[in-house]
Every structure is written in structure tokens, then in C-alpha cells.
């Protein structure tokens, strides 16, 4: 068995009474699931129907104005990635089709007789020193409210200070999966980059304040290469500064 065989068996989950038990939470908690397929069409979804007995697991398409669920559906490989907390869960749905009802329009599929479960913080995250850089800057340029200022960044994802801007706040939706942002590491690296805001909460575990600035945590979503190597120099350059600092008397 080569290292990723064994690195893939480490975090799958086969048992099918734990499988349909995440799947339950993430329909307990409304979960957002993100659908990848190829050609690089996603979609946002969360779980309507989950039926064990029957093999049935439905999630709803909801809005679809460029047609992704077909491309999804028509693609024959569907890959859900959602978040439970620091879990990050990840399963195929097999024979999907899409089912037009009273309620809409699901995609329907069979349960998954397997899922992938990571820490998703196994990815090193740093904090910048800077108070500038990185930043995140919004489709429209960097005029204020534009760019958001990161709190922790690692090859997997990053978080973003969010304020009391609906203009920030409505182009950050959690759960859309959004492309066309520009991640500035520094005055010279800037990286086009595709985000799925999954969460939000308050800065340091302090409480919410009506207005206050809130953490909005993100997943990268497909990072080629050149973006994953400048990354990874980014946090490893980024974790030695602090260390000497803390070495310094």
C-alpha cells in the first residue's frame, strides 16, 4: 500500500451506521454542501432528505440561474464537501439525478457507503504580522470595504476580519462558493483565488456586537499550483519570522 493509500484508509469512514450519522448532523444543523464536479462547476446545497432504509439522500439545488446542477448531474462525478465545526467531511454521490417536485427542484442520490473525515485545521495556519497585508480584495477593486483584511491563512483556507459592511457582507455569502478575488500577500504577490465562506464568528471568542467586526472562515477552492507554492512559501517564511521574533530578547 503506497503512503497516500494509506493516508486516504487513514481518514475514510465505512461503517454505515457512522456515515448516515454525520450525514443526520449535517442535516440536523442545516449544513452548507458545497457540490464539485468537473469541469469546475460547484454549487451550494444542504440535505432535505435522508433516508437510510430506502438508500435515498436528497439535497436541494435552490437557486441555479447558470445551470450547474445539469452540468453537475450530466458530468457523472460529484464530489460534497461540508464542515461540522474543526471537521471537514467529503463523499461522492453516486447516480445522481435531478427531481422536480412541490418543493422544488433536488438532487437526488444514493447514501454514500463512504466519506472522507479531516481535521480542518491540519494545515498550518499563521497569523500575519502586517496590518495591511494579506488582504482579500473583492470584485470592484480595493476602494474601503473592498478589501478584507486576513486574520490566519494556511494552504487550506484562510480567515477574513469581516465588517459592518453589507456591501462585504453580501459579497461574501456563507455557504456561495465565489471566484474572481484577488489574495494580496504582500505589495507584490497577488494571487486570483475562488473562496467557500463556511462560517462566521465573533474575533477572539469575544461576544457579537450589533455593527462589530465578526471572523469569516473560508476554504480555497481548487488552488492550482503557482497559488499553492506561493502559499506554502508564504506560511512556512511567515511562521520562521515568529519564531525568531520570539527567540529575540
Not at 218 to 237: E, G, K, M, N, P
Amino acid at each position: 500500500m503506497s503512503a497516500t493509500e494509506a493516508a486516504s484508509e487513514e481518514f475514510r469512514v465505512t461503517a454505515a451506521a457512522e456515515v448516515v450519522a454525520y450525514l443526520q448532523q449535517l442535516q440536523r444543523e442545516n449544513a452548507n454542501i458545497l457540490l464539485n464536479g468537473p469541469p469546475r462547476w460547484s454549487l451550494a446545497s444542504r440535505i432535505t432528505t435522508l433516508d437510510a432504509a430506502a438508500d435515498v439522500l436528497g439535497l436541494e439545488v435552490g437557486a441555479d440561474p447558470e445551470g450547474a446542477s445539469e452540468a453537475l448531474v450530466a458530468s457523472g462525478e460529484i464530489t460534497a464537501v461540508a464542515y461540522l465545526g474543526a471537521i471537514k467531511l467529503q463523499f461522492e454521490l453516486d447516480d445522481a439525478v435531478l427531481v422536480s417536485g412541490e418543493q422544488g427542484t433536488v438532487l437526488r442520490s444514493r447514501v454514500p457507503t463512504r466519506l472522507y473525515r479531516f481535521q480542518r485545521r491540519q494545515s498550518f495556519r499563521v497569523q500575519p504580522a502586517g496590518s495591511i497585508y494579506p488582504r482579500v480584495v473583492l470584485p470592484g477593486g480595493s476602494a474601503p470595504g473592498r478589501a478584507l483584511r486576513v486574520l490566519d491563512i494556511s494552504i487550506g483556507g484562510l480567515a477574513l476580519a469581516l465588517p459592518a459592511d453589507p456591501a462585504a457582507e453580501a459579497a461574501l455569502p456563507v455557504g456561495q462558493p465565489l471566484d474572481g478575488l484577488v489574495l494580496e500577500l504582500d505589495r507584490i504577490t497577488a494571487l486570483r483565488i475562488a473562496l467557500l465562506p463556511h462560517h462566521a464568528s465573533p474575533i477572539s471568542g469575544s461576544a457579537p456586537e450589533p455593527g462589530g467586526t465578526l471572523q469569516l472562515g473560508c476554504a480555497f477552492i481548487d488552488l492550482d499550483s503557482t497559488a499553492t507554492r506561493a502559499l506554502q512559501v508564504y506560511v512556512d517564511q511567515t511562521q520562521k519570522r515568529r519564531r525568531l521574533l520570539k527567540l529575540d530578547p
